[in-house]
Structures are given as C-alpha cells and as structure tokens.
C-alpha cells in the first residue's frame, strides 16, 4: 500500500515541480474543510457503513446523520442503496467518500462556486495498518487528484481528537512520509510565508488531556520539515477560558505556530451572537496575532444540527438545533469576521452532515426520516452563499448584512 501511495504520488508531484507555488498565501481566500469520511456498504473501503450508522446496526431507526445529500447529479457508480425510502417507496441513495468521482465532483462544486480550496481532515487516531488507514490514503489520494484538476488549494490538517499521549509520535511520522513522498509538491499544495502548510487540529481543547509535553514534541517535530503549521484552539484561547485550557503554557504552544485558527462550531447561535463574537473574540485575537506576526483563520458555519448523532449515544438534541435562517447566519458570521479585520475565511464543513454544518448541495427530496428541512433555499445556497463571502472579504463586492443576491 506505502509503495503504491508513494508512486501516485511522485507522478504527480513530477508534473507539478516545475510549475511553481499555485498557492502562496491564504490571504483573501475562503477554504471549507473536508472530512471524507463518509464509507457505505459495498465501497473500495471495505469499512461498510462508517459515519453514516452503527456500522452494521445502520438503519432507519439508527443513523447518525441530519442533512440528506442532493445526488441529482450522480451517476449511476456513485450511488449506493441505503435502507432508507421515499414515501413513494423508492430506495434512497448515498455517497462514499472514497469514489473518486465523487471526490471530483466535490471538488468541481468549490471551482464553480468560488471556494479557493478545502482543509483534509486526517484523523490521527485513525493512523496505522488497517483498512480505516489506506482509506484515509485513498482519500488523500483521491481529494490531490481532485483538487489539482480543478485547481483548488489542499491543505492537510491532521486532526488529533482521541488522541492518546503515546499516539502522538505517528503524526510527525505520518507527515514525513507524506513529504518523502511529494505531497507538499503537488501544484494543490497551499503554502504559507513560502513554505508547504501542515494543521494541527485541536491543541489546548478544556475536555481533553492537555497531552501538553506531547504537543511541544509534535510541533517541534512538524517544524523541523520545513512546513508552516495551522494549529486549531478554542475559541477563547487568547484568555484561557471557557472552552480553553487555563494553563498559560498553552500561550506558549501557540506562538510556535504560524496560522492560529479558533473553533467557533456551537459557541454561537444567530446574528447579533456573531456580531458580539467579532466584537469581543475576533477582533481582539487579531489584534494579539497581528503584536505576534501571527495570521489568523476565524471558522463560520451555516448552522448545527446532530438530533441523530445524539439519539445514538443516549441523549436529546433537537433538529436544527441552530438555524441556518436561510443563509443570513452564514451571512452574518462573514461580515462580522470581515468586520473584526479577517482577511481569510475557514468554512466548516464541506460534507460535515453528521452534525448539519455541510455546504455541499443538501435538500431538495429527502426519505421518510427525522432530516433537516432546507426546502426553503436552493440544495446550492451554501456553496454559493461560501463563494460570495470570498468575493465580499476581497471588496469585489459590498460588505453588507443584507444577504446578496443571485
């Protein structure tokens, strides 16, 4: 598997070497992340049903998804059989995240809609051996392909949730197979300050271990590559409070980054709650990472929703538990990090619809279940709502609350 991986990947990194940096900077740009996680039953992974369901349990009374996927424009290969129906009776259809087609056509939305370039989500406690592993590398693999074709910047962003202390070391190592192997030279690479862009998600999180001694090693290791490092914090990092770690060494941690990027996913709920995030958090973050020469990726969402993520582990949430509003809570978070004084926007998620924050073409005809209703807006909007904010945070056209029009 390491071999096969390594040849694909010098290939392309052969025909991209000598073209240059396609991606020097983040600034004036807007990337959504890609969690490629989604496996179904009968793909190349081998997994089943993964993020979707229980695993082999995966049925219309246990699911763990809220937003059903627009495929109108899947064919035929890209459509897998779920047990869900349409009251009609019809048997409704899903996707996989490791079909390459699929892949490109995700990728193939960001261009048409003006999305500069997606965050990868590789999830460390997934690093190893086993199946889950090389299809972690089948989706990397797929989404280089994808975003060199169509043009867009690929960052890695490794995500180190579940994490134990001991695991930390198959970070750095995994990174530097994936620089052995020419991911940085790929024409996708997003760089930063001249150097190939790595993140490392989820550092000084207060319900986690601190792991604080294993982050140090972690970041001295990635730096030692030569890359420029994104690292993902609470959203009140700066005051080591609330969801932060209280302990000041986290400071410490973070100015060894260069990109610090705060999660903002569930700490605020509508429009006036944006504009107070921007008056109180962003903007004095900006203010700290300007003093540091530090730059800063504030993260927007449309919306939240894991009524059945949650029914799965025992507890209650309700659906739609915050409202898109048609776009105008997207909306208001762009203006308000535009504002603060942001020059880039991370939008989470691309296809993140477990918990009801995906972008990606949602709606339209849903099976009988317990799904988020987006009929009110076209299953584009929030591609299209993600490409606007690039155009808005660039000046090419006005930065007003008022929703623009298509």
Known sequence: MKAVFSALCFALATLAADEGTRHPTLEGKVVTGYQGWFRAEGDASGLGWVHYGPGKRFAPEAYAFDLWPDLAEFPPEERIPSPFRFTDGRPAELFSSVHPGTVRRHFRWMKEYGIDGAMLQRFAIGL???????????????????????????????????????????????????????????????????????????LGFEDRPPALKEWTALLADIKATGAAILVGVPNHWRELKNDSLADPVLHALIRQADIISPWTVGRIGNPPEAAAQARQTWAPDIAWCREEKKAYLPVIFPGFSWSNLSALRGTHAPLAQIPRLGGRFLWSQAVAAREAGAQTLYVAMFDEIDEGTAIMKCGGPRPVGNFVDLSDVPTDHYLWLSGQAGRMLRGEIPASTDLPKR
């Open 128 to 202: 190893g051996k086993d199946l889950g592993a090389a299809s972690l590398d089948t989706v990397l693999r797929h989404c280089t392909a994808a975003a060199n074709a169509e043009g867009r910047a690929l960052t890695v962003m490794y995500d180190l949730s579940g994490m134990t202390p001991e695991r930390f070391p198959t970070v750095a190592a995994d990174w530097r197979r994936l620089v052995a192997a020419g991911q940085t030279k790929q024409l996708c690479a997003q760089f930063h300050q001249g150097k190939p862009l790595v993140a490392l998600w989820g």
